[in-house]
C-alpha cells in the first residue's frame, strides 16, 4: 500500500495527497469491506494480547475537518474489539475548569495505560488549529505550543508508548455533500451545527493550519498519516491496516504466567 | 422470558434458580446466536439513539463468581456499539488512594454521563461481598455500607440514571471446568490466579453472602436479575434482551435540531 506517512519536516501541500485513494491497490469497495472484516478479526485479536500483556500503550489521534469522518472511523474501526480495553476521548471545547489549566493539562491525563488503546477523536492539535484559524489567541501564544507537543508526545514514546496521528483528508465538494446530508436525514440532524457552516468558509485557513501542523510535528516516534478519506471504505481500510500492522510491530504476546502452575488442579 | 428479576426484600436462594437456564424459552444454540446478532444490532441502533439524544443514562453492574463470565459478556454483548458512548470500568483492588477515602468514592466517579452506557465489571457490591467473607473489615463496618449503596443507587435513579444489576449465576461445577480452561490454554494463563483458587473454597460463604446482597438491594428503581450463566450463549441472549428492553422502555429518539434548519444549504 502507499505510504501516507508524512516525512518528519516536510513541507506538506495537501493538494499534493489524493483524497479519493488509489483504487487499484486496495481493490475495490466490496473487496474492501471484506478486507476490512478481516482487518477487524486482526485488530480484535491483537487488542487481546495488547489488554492481556498489558506493557504496551497505544495513542491513535484523529484529526481532519468537519465531516471528514473522524467519528464514524471510530465506529467502523474500533468497534467491535473488547471494550475493556479501548478508550474513546471526544474532546471537545475545554470547560471552565479545562481552560483554567495549561491546555496539556486535560490531555495528559486521558493518555494511555499499560494495555490501553485509546482513541483520540480531536486532541490538543485542535489548541493550534481552531486557535489560530479562528484567533482564539494571538499567534506568540500558541505558537510556542508546538514545541510543547512535540515535547509531550516524546514523552509519551520515551515512556513506552506508541503514537499514531491520522488526518483525515476531503476535498471540499465532499465536506459539502456530508453537511448537505446532515441536513436532509433527521437521524443525522443533531451532528448539524451551524458553526460548521462558518468553519466551512474558513476552508483554505484550516487547510494552511493543517499543512504547518502535519509538517512540524510529524516525527518518527509519532507520525502523521494523511488519509485519503472522501471514501469511507477506502479511509477504514487504511486506517486499519497502518493499526494492524503497528500493532503486530510490537509483538504482542500473551503473558507467561507470573507463577508457576505446574501440578495446579481445581478441586 | 422467564423473569430473573429479584423482588424487592426477596428472600433469595441461590439454589432455586437454574443456571442453566430454559432451552425451550430460548430455543437452542444455533438459533440463539442468530438471534443474539439480532438483539445486538437492535442494542447498536438504541445506543446510537441513547448518544445523540444525551438526555438518559444507562449504568449496568455484573457481579458474578470467579468465571462466571463478567468478561465474557462485556466482550460478546458491548462489542459492536459505538464506542464513543460505552465506558466498560474494571474495579480491581482498591489503590492506596482510593483505600484513603470511603468506598463509594472511586465508583461515583465513574458514574455515566448523559447519554453513556457505562458497564462496571465488579462494583461498589464488592465491599460488601468479598470483605465479608474474606474478613476485611468487621461487620459492623460493611453492614452499615448496605444503607449507602441503596441511597447511592436512589441518587442516580433520582438524577435520571437507569441502573441493571446482574448476577451471573453458575454453578460450582461450572466454575471447575471454566478454572481447568486457564489452566490449561495458554492465551488464558494470565486470566489464571491461585487466588481464586482459594475463592473456590470459600464458595458456600460467597453464595450466602450473595444471597444477603441480592434480597437486601434489589429496588423497584435498581433490580437485580439472577442470570443463567453456565452457558454463555444463553448468559448473553438474557443480558441483551433485557438491556435491549430496557432502552426500549425509554423511548429514545435522535434529537431535533437546536435550530431552526428550513432554508438552510450549504455551499
Same mark, same amino acid.
Given at each position: 500500500m502507499k505510504i501516507y506517512r508524512v516525512r518528519p519536516g516536510a513541507k506538506v501541500? =495537501? *493538494? +499534493?495527497? %489524493? @483524497? +479519493?485513494?488509489?483504487?487499484e491497490l486496495l481493490g475495490d469497495k466490496d473487496r474492501s469491506v471484506v478486507q476490512l472484516d478481516r482487518l477487524k478479526e486482526d485488530l480484535r485479536q491483537l487488542q487481546r494480547m495488547l489488554y492481556a500483556e498489558r506493557r504496551h500503550r497505544l495513542l491513535i489521534v484523529l484529526q481532519g475537518m468537519d465531516g471528514s469522518g473522524k467519528d464514524g472511523t471510530v465506529r467502523s474501526v #474500533? *468497534? $467491535?474489539? +473488547?471494550? /475493556?480495553g479501548l478508550r474513546v476521548v471526544s474532546f471537545k471545547s475545554p470547560t471552565p475548569e479545562e481552560l @483554567? /489549566? +495549561? #491546555?496539556l493539562w486535560r490531555v495528559h491525563k486521558e493518555a494511555p495505560a499499560r494495555g490501553e488503546l485509546v482513541v483520540f477523536?480531536? *486532541? /490538543?492539535y485542535e489548541d493550534v488549529i481552531a486557535v489560530n484559524v479562528k484567533n482564539l489567541a494571538p499567534r506568540p501564544v500558541w505558537e510556542k505550543r508546538y514545541e510543547h507537543i512535540l515535547n509531550f508526545e516524546k514523552l509519551l514514546v520515551d515512556e513506552g508508548a506508541t503514537v499514531l496521528k491520522f488526518f483525515l483528508h476531503i476535498t471540499r465538494d465532499e465536506q459539502r455533500r456530508r453537511l448537505q446530508a446532515r441536513l436532509e436525514n433527521p437521524e443525522k440532524h443533531w451532528k448539524f451545527n451551524p458553526e460548521d457552516l462558518a468553519d466551512r468558509r474558513l476552508w483554505p485557513q484550516f487547510s494552511n493550519a493543517y499543512e504547518e501542523v502535519l509538517g512540524r510535528t510529524s516525527t518518527e516516534a509519532a507520525p502523521w498519516y494523511v488519509v485519503p478519506a472522501n471514501r469511507k471504505w477506502y479511509r477504514n481500510a487504511v486506517i486499519a491496516s497502518i493499526v494492524r500492522d503497528t500493532l503486530l510491530r510490537l509483538e504482542l504476546k500473551f503473558p507467561a504466567? @507470573?507463577?508457576? =502452575? %505446574? $501440578?495446579v488442579t481445581v478441586e
Amino acid at each position: 500500500m502507499k505510504i501516507y506517512r508524512v516525512r518528519p519536516g516536510a513541507k506538506v501541500k =495537501l *493538494s +499534493d495527497y %489524493s @483524497a +479519493d485513494g488509489e483504487a487499484e491497490l486496495l481493490g475495490d469497495k466490496d473487496r474492501s469491506v471484506v478486507q476490512l472484516d478481516r482487518l477487524k478479526e486482526d485488530l480484535r485479536q491483537l487488542q487481546r494480547m495488547l489488554y492481556a500483556e498489558r506493557r504496551h500503550r497505544l495513542l491513535i489521534v484523529l484529526q481532519g475537518m468537519d465531516g471528514s469522518g473522524k467519528d464514524g472511523t471510530v465506529r467502523s474501526v #474500533f *468497534s $467491535g474489539i +473488547d471494550p /475493556h480495553g479501548l478508550r474513546v476521548v471526544s474532546f471537545k471545547s475545554p470547560t471552565p475548569e479545562e481552560l @483554567a /489549566h +495549561d #491546555f496539556l493539562w486535560r490531555v495528559h491525563k486521558e493518555a494511555p495505560a499499560r494495555g490501553e488503546l485509546v482513541v483520540f477523536n480531536r *486532541s /490538543h492539535y485542535e489548541d493550534v488549529i481552531a486557535v489560530n484559524v479562528k484567533n482564539l489567541a494571538p499567534r506568540p501564544v500558541w505558537e510556542k505550543r508546538y514545541e510543547h507537543i512535540l515535547n509531550f508526545e516524546k514523552l509519551l514514546v520515551d515512556e513506552g508508548a506508541t503514537v499514531l496521528k491520522f488526518f483525515l483528508h476531503i476535498t471540499r465538494d465532499e465536506q459539502r455533500r456530508r453537511l448537505q446530508a446532515r441536513l436532509e436525514n433527521p437521524e443525522k440532524h443533531w451532528k448539524f451545527n451551524p458553526e460548521d457552516l462558518a468553519d466551512r468558509r474558513l476552508w483554505p485557513q484550516f487547510s494552511n493550519a493543517y499543512e504547518e501542523v502535519l509538517g512540524r510535528t510529524s516525527t518518527e516516534a509519532a507520525p502523521w498519516y494523511v488519509v485519503p478519506a472522501n471514501r469511507k471504505w477506502y479511509r477504514n481500510a487504511v486506517i486499519a491496516s497502518i493499526v494492524r500492522d503497528t500493532l503486530l510491530r510490537l509483538e504482542l504476546k500473551f503473558p507467561a504466567p @507470573a507463577w508457576d =502452575l %505446574s $501440578g495446579v488442579t481445581v478441586e
